[in-house]
């Protein structure tokens, strides 16, 4: 992956750079990576988990998850003015008003019509919720629990136009028979599917997800996303717990094929690793490929990928360093040839945000690549730790949660076709029509500032010292993700690396630019 573009400080530290290089060592050159900016959609108050997960659709709407007074309320970002609101973050909690009369609210995923859903908090339970901004008069549905049981959760909908499905979990009364234990009534938490009709429909006539209905006394099912089609597939998992068999068998990742009401639907087991102790399924691409995470026999957690419903699975952590766990998040609907299959995730709570990518067999773990998504992210977001990836759509957009000092927060991940800041039409090279794009940017980056390209001095506007910037670079020729060429004054010492790195007959110039970015060097140009 591509170099962090930071400045470089310290003159002990430049000696030795210059010492270095005077003995000819070569620098790795910079891959031809993606390149993201990071657009900050506010701090959330809170540091988010496994049930925190945030959404993205293709028209590059997210939702997400933010404290508003001590309270969680699903919040919207648009990218454009849409559904009579402008561009901007909202808060989906307010917006709904009365219709969720306690006070919290989590959205976990918006469809391509812009129908959100998550939960809200109604009588001081969590009752799964839809917000309808695609109607002239936006909606707000109670989807309410099943007939036993006080809570629900939504947590995916599909983009099937008019009645999409909505996948998710709720609370149940099980009854069933252990051979070792006999009858037992207990509370259970069970997967659903609900296809979203008019009149709105209620969670007492979901289909109820389960593993084998009637065979096993399972304790958890749980929905968490499910594609589109005439047939859709629900993708999630189950798992035992107290109260149940003892001699269960270990949780296993589960896909649902065509959800349907009104009988209880059995789910069809994923494969595992081999010896592998369980597996999560969390994302569901159109084309029926799955993403997760599986459970090896030491045991540890590994990011996981299925191509069908049969398998096979590949191990996406073992990409990782030896003894490093991951955990994969949700999946685009891009495929090979001529796509790019990319999965999320990250390698712990607070780890680090990772993108998974394949564009040939998919089967085989040679095929597919790995990013630290902290070191493919433009220069101005480059105070941020990209903590967690929990969902891409199909422009590459990822959502999730980064670290700012001290604080978490909501970020969306835009792709960039290079790294070369100044470079802002993606062209290739640093003139005229960059010229015109900064001067059209000009003026304060509102009213999000990191979404500002044109600033290249990373202070929240584009002036006069960000045209100085792109002056200075001026006929540069982007190669590589690198700047070549361009203006004889550098800004700092990793310009000098990015504009003469790697050849040894690029030293003199190298040494020259050193001492024009500081002027105590002890090289003699």
């Known amino acids: 992956s591509r170099r962090s573009r930071r400045p470089w400080i310290g003159r002990a530290s430049l000696i030795a750079l210059a010492g270095c290089l005077s003995w000819a060592v070569v620098w790795p050159a910079a891959a031809q990576d993606t390149c993201y900016r990071v657009v900050d959609l506010g701090t959330l108050g809170f540091t988010p988990n496994i049930d925190h997960i945030f959404g993205i659709n293709n028209a590059n709407q997210a939702v997400f998850t933010a404290e508003v007074g001590g309270k969680k309320h699903a919040m919207l970002y648009l990218p454009v003015d849409a559904f009579g609101l402008t561009a901007g973050v909202h808060d989906l909690h307010e917006l709904a008003g009365a219709a ?21 908090k109604i009588g001081g339970e969590r009752h799964a919720f839809v917000w309808r901004l695609d109607l002239p008069v936006h909606q707000f549905i109670d989807l309410g629990t099943f007939a036993t049981g006080v809570w629900s959760e939504a947590w995916a909908i599909s983009d099937d136009s008019p ?103 059995a789910g069809v087991a994923l494969p595992l690793l081999p010896a592998g102790l369980g ?17 090896t026999s030491v045991p540890q957690s590994h990011a996981a990928y299925w191509d069908t419903v049969a398998g096979p699975i590949v191990d996406l952590g073992s990409l990782l360093a030896p003894g490093e766990q991951s955990w994969g998040w949700r999946i685009n609907n891009n495929a090979p040839p001529g796509g790019v299959i990319q999965v999320v995730g990250n390698t ?154 790697c050849d040894e007959e690029d030293l003199p110039a190298f040494e020259h630019c050193i001492c024009l970015v500081d002027p105590e060097c002890d090289i003699t140009p």
Do not use: Y
């Open 100 to 120: 969720i009369p306690g006070d919290e609210s989590v959205a976990h995923d918006i469809n391509a019509a812009g129908i959100a859903v998550g939960w809200g």
């Open 163 to 265: 009645d999409p499905w909505i996948v998710g979990k709720g609370e149940i009364l099980g009854n069933c028979v252990c051979d070792d234990q006999g009858p037992q009534n207990h509370l259970l938490t069970r997967g659903f599917a609900l296809e979203l009709i008019d009149p709105p429909p209620f969670l007492t006539a979901a289909a109820e997800l389960e593993r084998d209905p009637g065979t096993l006394c399972e304790n958890i099912t749980a929905a968490l996303d499910i594609n589109n089609g005439p047939e859709p597939t629900a993708a999630g998992f189950q798992f035992f717990g107290g109260g149940t068999c003892t001699d269960a068998p270990p949780g296993t990742a589960l896909n649902w094929p065509d959800p349907d009401p009104p009988a209880p639907r």
């Open 279 to 295: 597996s999560v399924a969390r994302g569901i691409s159109n084309l029926e490929a799955f993403s997760g995470f599986a459970i």
């Open 348 to 501: 712990g709570t607070l780890g680090e945000g990772l993108l998974w990518e394949c564009a040939g067999n998919c089967d085989l773990v040679a095929n597919w690549s790995f990013t630290d998504l902290n070191e493919s992210i433009q220069h101005c977001s480059s105070t941020w730790i990209i903590r967690q990836a929990h969902d891409v759509n199909d422009n590459g957009w990822i959502i999730g949660v980064g670290n700012a000092p001290g604080q978490s927060h909501a970020i969306l991940l835009t792709p960039l076709e290079n790294c070369c800041d100044t470079d802002l039409n993606g062209d290739g090279t640093v003139g005229a029509a960059d010229l015109l794009a900064l001067l059209v940017a000009w003026g304060p980056c509102d009213p999000l500032p990191a979404d500002c390209l044109a600033d290249l001095d990373c202070d929240g506007s584009v002036g006069a010292a960000d045209l100085l910037i792109l002056l200075i670079d001026w006929g540069a020729v982007c190669n590589n993700g690198v700047l070549v060429g361009g203006g004889p004054v550098p800004r700092n010492v990793q310009d000098c690396i990015d504009r003469f790195c």
